[in-house]
């Protein structure tokens, strides 16, 4: 089978790059593991939410996946940052920053199946699911990949969107080096005794970061990220000792809080990949950066990477090969700042924040409040992260 690129990994990022492509003169192929599961009609929410940066909205609504039903999703119009000494604050206001909101909250489960609903009626799309990559080889002039089940896929472009432990990245040789935050995203949904009016809050403890992110109704998302230790307690406490955990770690900013779901976790790690491409391959998303999740960037950054291949692929010049490395050159070059400075403040954040030296207490909770203080530094701030 030949195409002209095909796409290993249907997450939300590759997915999105297959949709933001519907229109290019191109014949595509995604391989995807399984199919997204369709969520439950049964009022529940999904333990795994996005914080989606209205950049990345604006993009999702080109590819014909945004929004969907709108009692599944919520804007954040203000953002609370809160330091581990009394009073130390930063306040993200989405007016001030002349913005409609910060960023919305959405589901896993409702982003993956709008984004399927669209992929599936595509017509230069080609989705082989369920499907799982075998090998992969390539020459000057294409790349061929086997399926696990014999096929075999041509094309001049194989875009690596499989995850942050990638095949395709590990294939072609691209080293990435990790860290190990010995951390734990601890994330479970609950209801909330006062409204929380579209704010977030964020609050740099000693034992971690917490956030309770808005949702629909009454309801927030906890992320507590958390080392590995403190991470098994939570996960033990039943559902009313989780609560008043949770309740007494946010001050009780909501009031009571009241599980709606079971707590889940995540291994926190950050990594990094010197080189986004070779020869006729580009990674994407996960495959190609992993950042801490305090600022809440990750998939935004991978949405972006997709923007700005497709773009890349979309606006080059008529009869140019998608595969040139010049050309993939241009991707690479456009998301090294970003996913740089990002991978820099997150890091750096949590460095910051999870040391227990005094001294590094009052350099942070000095930090918070200067940076609130400055509303030019704010503005710019709320900006880049809803790019």
């Known amino acids: 089978m030949e195409f002209d690129v095909i796409i290993a990994g249907a997450g939300l990022v590759g997915a999105s790059f297959a949709a933001a492509l519907a229109d290019a003169d191109l014949r595509l192929a995604l391989i995807a593991p399984a199919a997204p599961p369709v969520p439950p009609d049964d009022g529940t929410w999904d333990r795994r939410i996005y914080a989606v940066s209205p950049g990345s909205a604006q993009f999702l609504e080109t590819c014909d996946a945004w929004p969907f039903p709108s009692g599944r999703i919520e804007a954040v119009r203000e ?71 014999g096929r075999q896929l041509t094309a001049a472009l194989v875009v690596g969107a499989d995850g942050a432990d990638s095949w395709v990245r590990t294939r072609v040789q691209l080293p990435a080096v990790r860290h190990a935050y010995r951390q734990r995203a601890i994330v479970a949904n609950f209801a909330t005794q006062r409204p929380h009016d579209g704010v977030a809050f964020q609050w740099f403890r000693r034992d971690g970061v917490l956030a309770l992110l808005p949702l629909p109704g009454q309801r927030v998302s906890a992320v507590w990220s958390t080392g590995d230790a403190h991470a098994e307690q939570l996960l033990a406490l039943d559902d009313a000792a989780l609560g008043e955990t949770v309740t007494a770690a946010s001050g009780a900013e909501l009031g009571r809080l009241e599980p709606l779901t079971r707590p889940a976790a995540f291994p926190l790690r950050l990594q990094r990949v010197a080189r986004f491409i070779r020869p006729r391959v580009a990674l994407i998303g996960d495959a190609a950066h992993n950042v801490h999740p305090l600022a809440g960037q990750g998939v935004n950054l991978g949405f972006r990477d997709a ?32 996913v740089l400075a990002v991978g820099l403040m997150t890091d750096g954040l949590q460095k910051l924040f999870g040391s227990r030296s005094v001294f590094a207490a009052g350099v942070r909770n000095l930090g918070v409040d200067c940076v609130d203080q400055w509303a030019s530094v704010k503005r710019l701030l709320a900006r880049h992260a809803a790019a």
Not at 144 to 149: A, E
Not at 314 to 329: I, K, N, Q, S
């Open 79 to 149: 953002m609370r940052i809160l330091g581990d000494a009394r009073g130390s604050k930063i306040t993200f206001d989405a007016y001030d920053a002349g913005l409609s909101e910060l960023a919305f909250i959405a589901e896993n489960r409702q982003l993956q199946r709008a984004l399927w609903q669209r992929l599936t009626t595509q017509r230069n799309l080609r989705i082989l699911c369920p499907a799982h990559c075998a090998a992969l080889e390539w020459t000057s002039d294409a790349a061929r990949l086997t399926l696990s089940d």
């Open 307 to 338: 923007r700005a291949l497709a773009r890349v692929l979309t606006e080059r010049e008529p009869g140019r090969d998608c595969g040139d490395y010049f050309l993939l050159r241009r991707y690479e070059r456009s998301r090294k700042e970003d």
